[in-house]
């Protein structure tokens, strides 16, 4: 699995959940699923994107809700 730096992770998450928590709002709303289904669809896709690239660099584990410099499971400094 190729490696994405952090920083890049997180912006390409909050796009794709900008993006797609929209669409799944407006189609909860109309009688058709035609927003309904790929907005689900984009955040799901994001969220599992999220999940498996949002990772330290150098111990491999989760950074989870951590927006800080450092990992905090190795304290190494993770490259944003």
């Not at 998450?13 to 058709?32: D, H, K, M, R």
């Not at 584990?61 to 905090?72: A, D, K, Q, T, V």
């Amino acid at each position: 699995m190729r490696y994405i730096p952090p920083k890049k992770v997180r912006a390409i998450y909050f796009i794709a959940f900008a993006a797609g928590a929209p669409l799944v709002l407006i189609g909860s709303l109309l009688p058709s699923m035609a927003l309904l289904l790929p907005g689900l669809g984009i955040v799901l896709l994001d969220l599992i994107f999220y999940l498996l690239w949002y990772r330290c660099p150098h111990c491999g584990r989760h950074l989870g809700n951590s927006w800080g410099e450092f990992c905090p499971y190795c304290g190494k400094k993770v490259n944003l």
